[in-house]
């Protein structure tokens, strides 16, 4: 197959794109050249997809696949809907599972549970982006397919507050710094490794019976907030000192939050992973956090200049804590 991503060396796409050239997958990236740790057996074409001087190769090409990983508004697929519209026999759409309806009427997710946020933008536009795709798929035949990742990790710590592409967190627990976790931790996620996800993505690729369909990729581990913190302190050799802080107080105290909390980890959330599992029969996750976080700290450590502890992110989190402890003595 010969194969386009739109970006290919991020977080989650990373392993995406070195799993597809182990299967021998004609692999292209469209990109700025910034990727810090190439990755053998891609084609790069240099250039950004939203500068259309600098994709006229494009143009040159007919895919089997054509991937975005970086789209995020309804006009970033109209964009590739007159890009691609017949020169791929497949475009994929890299969507989120935060576009499932918020809050659920039932806890236990599918693909065919509503697509309803409006309390964050990202999701939002997300979800504007899949109506947009599956109109044309209807009406001219776009071959479209959805793929909504959860909380994926490979390269950032998969937590709430102070995580993802910050250490700040992590920092605090080494240093025996109070840290929050919203809610009283009991409320259920999955997190799931980007070497797991690419297991069910790149089965996807080229699968015809794919078209129309939108799919979420997830671990079938179950974890609660409170052993998500947990397993981390434990691989980082210590013990939180955690409080436990209500999500409507945090965002309250600090709004930049609610689109993390409220509006996607404030509630129990379980995913069905029947769907993936029928087209992709092949996909398993294997990876459980307690493994892949040490993966994930092992990198860090590797290179210290990685690990980015925010002043501003630090701020925030003991600007709560001082407001919590005021008004709970």
Same mark, same amino acid.
């Given at each position: 197959m010969k194969v386009l991503f739109i970006g290919g060396t991020g977080n989650i796409s990373t392993a995406s794109s070195r799993l597809a050239i182990k299967?021998?997958?004609?692999?292209?990236?469209?990109?700025?050249?910034?990727a810090t740790v190439p990755i053998v057996g891609v084609r790069n074409i240099l250039g950004d997809i939203r500068k259309?001087?600098? $994709?006229?190769?494009?143009?040159?090409?007919?895919?089997?696949?054509? $991937?975005?990983?970086?789209?995020?508004?309804?006009?970033?697929?109209?964009?590739?809907?007159?890009?691609?519209?017949?020169?791929t026999k497949q475009y994929i759409f890299i969507s989120s599972a935060s576009c499932y309806q918020t809050p659920l009427s039932y806890p236990v997710i599918t693909e065919s549970t509503p697509l309803y946020n409006n309390l964050w933008d990202y999701s939002f536009n997300k979800i504007q982006c899949e109506d947009r795709l599956q109109k044309v798929y209807r009406e001219a035949g776009f071959p479209m397919t959805i793929v909504r990742p959860s909380l994926t990790y490979d390269t950032v710590i998969p937590i709430a507050i102070g995580g993802f592409n910050e250490y700040t967190t992590a920092d605090r627990i080494l240093k025996g710094k109070e840290i929050i976790i919203h809610g009283d931790g009991t409320s259920l996620w999955t997190v799931t490794h980007s070497d797991d996800f690419a297991k069910g993505f790149v089965g996807l690729l080229?699968?015809?019976?794919?078209?129309?369909?939108?799919?979420?990729i997830t671990s079938d581990e179950i974890l609660s907030w409170n052993m998500i913190y947990r397993i981390l302190a434990e691989s980082l050799g210590r013990e939180a000192?955690?409080?436990?802080?209500?999500?409507?107080? #945090?965002c309250a105290i600090e709004p930049s939050f609610t689109g993390t909390l409220l509006a996607d980890k404030a509630e129990s959330v379980i995913f069905d992973n029947?769907? #993936?599992?029928?087209? $992709?029969?092949?996909?398993?996750?294997?990876?459980?956090?307690a493994t892949g976080i040490k993966r994930t700290l092992q990198w860090l450590d590797?290179?210290?200049?990685?690990?980015?502890?925010n002043p501003e992110s630090n701020e925030k989190i003991d600007r709560i804590l001082k407001k919590y402890k005021a008004l709970n003595g």
């Open positions: 299967k021998g997958i004609d692999l292209y990236h469209l990109n700025r050249g910034n259309a001087n600098e $994709v006229t190769e494009l143009a040159k090409h007919d895919w089997d696949v054509v $991937v975005n990983w970086i789209a995020f508004t309804p006009e970033d697929i109209e964009r590739d809907i007159a890009l691609f519209k017949g020169k080229g699968l015809t019976q794919a078209i129309g369909h939108a799919f979420h000192q955690v409080v436990h802080i209500a999500s409507d107080f #945090i029947t769907k #993936i599992k029928t087209f $992709v029969p092949e996909f398993k996750a294997t990876i459980p956090f590797e290179n210290p200049e990685r690990k980015l502890i």
